[in-house]
């Protein structure tokens, strides 16, 4: 198999009046993440991850947060155009595996639903998608509750057409 792999990393910090969106799933929390776009960190570190594995830079350089069409762009949105971006170079996606970084809320509940709907997105089978969450142990800014960080990694093939 001609595999690629690609790792991706995101975090924003969490503020009041914002909803919380994480895995392209709303999650009822009093506070959201801040960004540009819905802020969804594991859409975000999943996209960065096919962009890497790709060799297409970051999402940063497709979609920059100086841009005002971006502004409040849903991330399901940028998740699909990174997928078209990468099908039309020729590859398909054997699996990806997130795991995100937060103290609360409790995510294992949404985890299921995160990965049926990422799935979705990336137009694979579940089984190919893996979504989990830990907690920082209450340390550091992820462990204050300030912030909630998500890792992605994802392996290509090329596919044969
Ligand atoms: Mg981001």
């Known amino acids: 198999m001609n595999g690629r792999v690609g790792f991706g990393y995101d975090l924003h910090r969490l503020v009041e009046g914002r909803r919380l969106v994480l895995g392209g799933i709303?999650?009822?929390?009093?506070?959201?993440?801040?960004?540009?776009?819905?802020?969804?960190v594991v859409l975000?570190?999943?996209?960065?991850?096919?962009?890497?594995?790709a060799a297409l830079g970051d999402l940063g350089r497709h979609f920059p947060d100086t841009d005002p069409r971006y502004a409040g762009i849903s991330s399901a949105q940028l998740l699909e155009a990174v997928l078209a971006e990468i099908?039309?170079?020729?590859?398909?996606?054997?699996?990806?595996?997130?795991?995100?970084?937060?103290?609360?809320?409790?995510?294992s509940p949404m985890l299921e639903a995160m990965r049926d709907r990422?799935?979705?997105?990336?137009?694979?089978s579940p089984d190919r998608v893996n979504v989990k969450a830990k907690t920082n142990e209450g340390v550091g800014a992820i462990g204050?509750?300030?912030?909630?960080?998500?890792y992605a990694v994802c392996l290509l093939r090329r596919s044969e057409r």
Do not use: K, M, Q, Y
Not at 29 to 37: D, V
Not at 44 to 53: F, P, T, V
Not at 118 to 124: C, G, H, I, P, T
């Open 44 to 53: 975000h570190s999943i996209c960065d991850a096919l962009l890497g594995a």
């Open 87 to 107: 099908t039309r170079r020729g590859f398909e996606i054997e699996n990806v595996d997130v795991t995100i970084l937060a103290e609360a809320p409790r995510l």
């Open 118 to 124: 990422v799935a979705e997105l990336l137009r694979v």
């Open 144 to 150: 204050r509750g300030e912030a909630i960080a998500a």
């Open 26 to 40: 709303e999650i009822p929390f009093p506070e959201g993440l801040a960004g540009h776009s819905d802020a969804d």
